[in-house]
DNA sequence: GAAGATTGAGAGTTCAATCTTC
DNA sequence: GAAGATTGAACTCTCAATCTTC
């Protein structure tokens, strides 16, 4: 993650990429390479940034999600499935988030009583106070404070929207929903 | 990546999270928060296709990507530290994966003449090669694919590229280069 | 002493296999 | 038999420490 790469002095590699992609003529993918590539750069400076603003927390972005989601949920519990569903990551890597939340007591496995092969997450009164914490530190520095003015980023969420509506992220038929999570 | 979700009946988990944001007041960072969130969710789905395609030629995104770089440099060597430095990851990442091209092939490491500190990265034939056909299936699979006509994903490249630019991604006074590499 | 690269530890991810319960 | 969750193996990434050479 960015350990300290000096940030100027260098011409854009994305750009450079893109002029080796025309010299073997691949004239057509050029602009989708050009996406791609973008998305891959600008998530891995993003990231960075949250990681950064998270670790003091003892938190990564992942577990930070699964706080949030659980905070949001209208009894503080979900069972791990859902977490996974809605994060769209491996159940492993939910159990191994949980777990890992859990050995600070952010969170706590409770057997689902209405299902006995399930599991529930629920969040703790801690795990509620570090959820604000940390919600107010990425708010402030990441969310907040992004060198877009507000329609650059509008027409990016727009545009980013299109391009996860086409891979199937979600179902138009169904946007308008409640806001509620679970 | 992916283990195979679902994907529709869903409503749009972003929407979703912007009214959760909403209700806690965070009215000024909301659309900051869809920014990154935005991003990180297409980086997943982008990702995953990557992977999937270069799956079968035993490659993964930035195993191929330092393979391209290689077989686009003048003499196809570089010194390990360069293919960090401009693909912005950590050394140990560059010399774990050169590792593992070296293991199947398609990579040689070999003393720098120049500085007998460093290491030369230089592509083989059979590396050549795959690079060739790794570049085929994934400008036909991913960046000629890509579900956004040509007007909207210069769009994005240009919002992200204003993005990199203020996170100091690149230096402006230098982007007139000649697009090459090394 | 600083730079180039590697090593080992620690954390995260995915996949396949497994165990329990539906 | 299928679904929910966990476990162990294999990878990848980062960081701190180390080794060699400038």
Same mark, same amino acid.
């Given at each position: 993650?960015? $350990?300290?790469? =000096?940030?100027?002095?260098?011409? &854009?590699? @994305?750009?450079?990429? *893109?002029?080796? #992609?025309?010299?073997?003529? #691949?004239?057509?993918?050029? !602009?989708? *390479?050009?996406? !791609?590539?973008?998305?891959?750069?600008?998530? /891995?400076? %993003? +990231?960075?940034? !949250?990681?950064?603003?998270?670790?003091?927390? &003892? %938190?990564?972005?992942?577990?930070?999600?699964?706080? *949030?989601?659980?905070?949001?949920?209208?009894?503080?519990?979900?069972?791990?499935?859902?977490?996974?569903?809605?994060?769209?990551? $491996?159940?492993?890597?939910?159990?191994?988030?949980?777990?890992? %939340?859990?050995?600070? =007591?952010?969170?706590?496995?409770?057997?689902?009583?209405?299902?006995?092969?399930?599991?529930?997450?629920? @969040?703790?009164?801690?795990?509620?106070?570090?959820?604000?914490?940390?919600?107010?530190?990425? +708010?402030?520095?990441?969310?907040?404070?992004?060198?877009? &003015?507000?329609?650059? /980023?509008?027409?990016?969420?727009? %545009?980013?929207?299109?391009?996860?509506?086409?891979? =199937?992220?979600?179902?138009?038929?169904?946007?308008?929903?409640?806001?509620? @999570? @679970?």
């Amino acid at each position: 993650m960015g $350990h300290d790469q =000096g940030m100027s002095g260098r011409p &854009d590699p @994305i750009k450079l990429a *893109m002029a080796n #992609w025309e010299s073997r003529g #691949w004239d057509d993918e050029v !602009v989708g *390479m050009a996406v !791609v590539t973008s998305v891959m750069r600008v998530w /891995q400076l %993003l +990231n960075a940034q !949250v990681e950064a603003a998270l670790r003091p927390l &003892d %938190l990564t972005f992942s577990r930070f999600e699964v706080l *949030m989601l659980l905070s949001f949920s209208r009894t503080g519990a979900l069972p791990v499935g859902k977490v996974g569903e809605r994060l769209q990551v $491996h159940p492993a890597s939910v159990t191994n988030a949980v777990e890992r %939340l859990e050995r600070e =007591g952010l969170v706590e496995r409770r057997p689902n009583p209405n299902d006995r092969r399930g599991v529930l997450a629920v @969040i703790t009164e801690a795990g509620r106070r570090r959820a604000d914490e940390a919600s107010d530190v990425v +708010n402030r520095t990441v969310f907040g404070a992004l060198p877009l &003015d507000r329609a650059d /980023q509008e027409a990016l969420v727009r %545009l980013l929207e299109r391009m996860r509506h086409a891979f =199937g992220d979600f179902d138009r038929a169904r946007e308008a929903g409640d806001g509620q @999570i @679970i």
